[in-house]
């Protein structure tokens, strides 16, 4: 059941619970890989390669199938959300919600959702693209993050950034894969896995940090590629909101930086995954 099901007599009496797909660390945990050993990290790597392409839905991971991907994520749309709401316009929420899918790692408005309906030619209002979006939300299939700010006024009006429940689902329409994005995706859904609640970062000077947790300032940068060139954001992100370390997850490299008084982690992206614990 979804929250908003639960009959009101009920309410307070309950433990939600948010179930999400096989994460990196729990598929790796099934193959023979030895981490620890330096010739065995490409053998991980090709493990993540395709945990970003399929995800962790346990059929398709077995499979490795598009057809059971496709399968799920009809199941899943006409199910839990055009059954369950009585959508009755499916060719406008599923257009929405390609859309929303494709744009997943990145800001986006209510508004700009609209303007880019009707590019398509298909007219649809404000009212109803948040309804739809919230719909998705509401059955786990995608999350939209605010961004950090200490007014709420301010967090309401900026954009948000759409992160979907499983990596794979991005493969039925991105081509080729964009690491960079699945990327941050990943770490989105691992900082929620470890019980935080990330948040994006913008800078006084206007420079974006994918993620800070909302109660501990936890601040992590995914940069797959050219890390050196986001020490600076993340020092500055870091100063601004009082504390001095944070990370950044990058493909290869690992080690520490300083810049100013904060202590950067380098830290591999399937190494960062398989952690675990809270960092």
């Known amino acids: 059941l979804q929250s908003s099901e639960i009959p009101s007599r009920l309410r307070g009496r309950y433990i939600s619970v948010l179930l999400l797909p096989f994460s990196f660390r729990e598929v790796s945990s099934k193959e023979k890989i030895d981490i620890t050993t330096f010739r065995e990290r490409g053998a991980i790597k090709a493990l993540l390669n395709d945990y970003m392409t399929w995800g962790g839905f346990p059929e398709v991971w077995i499979y490795r199938s598009r057809e059971k991907l496709v399968s799920l994520l009809e199941t899943m749309f006409y199910r839990d959300v055009m059954e369950r709401h009585r959508i009755r316009e499916t060719a406008v929420f599923l257009e929405l919600a390609r859309l929303a899918i494709s744009s997943y790692s990145c800001p986006v408005t209510w508004h700009s959702l609209r303007k880019a309906m009707r590019a398509i030619g298909v007219n649809v209002d404000v009212k109803t693209v948040i309804s739809y979006v919230e719909y998705m939300r509401q059955a786990n299939l995608l999350f939209p993050v605010k961004r950090f700010t200490y007014s709420e006024r301010e967090a309401l009006a900026s954009p948000k950034k759409i992160y979907l429940v499983d990596p794979g689902i991005a493969t039925l329409l991105e081509k080729p894969m964009d690491r960079g994005r699945r990327a941050e995706n990943l770490v989105f859904l691992e900082l929620v896995r470890r019980g935080y609640e ?28 050219d890390w050196e060139k986001h020490t600076g954001k993340v020092a500055e992100a870091a100063r601004e909101l009082g504390v001095d370390e944070a990370t950044i997850v990058a493909w290869d490299a690992e080690g520490e930086e300083r810049v100013g008084n904060c202590r950067i982690f380098l830290v591999p992206l399937w190494k960062w995954l398989l952690q675990g614990a809270k960092e």
């Open 198 to 225: 990330p948040c994006y970062y913008v800078t006084k000077t206007g420079k974006e940090v994918d993620f800070v947790t909302m109660r501990e300032r936890i601040v992590v940068e995914v940069a797959l590629e």
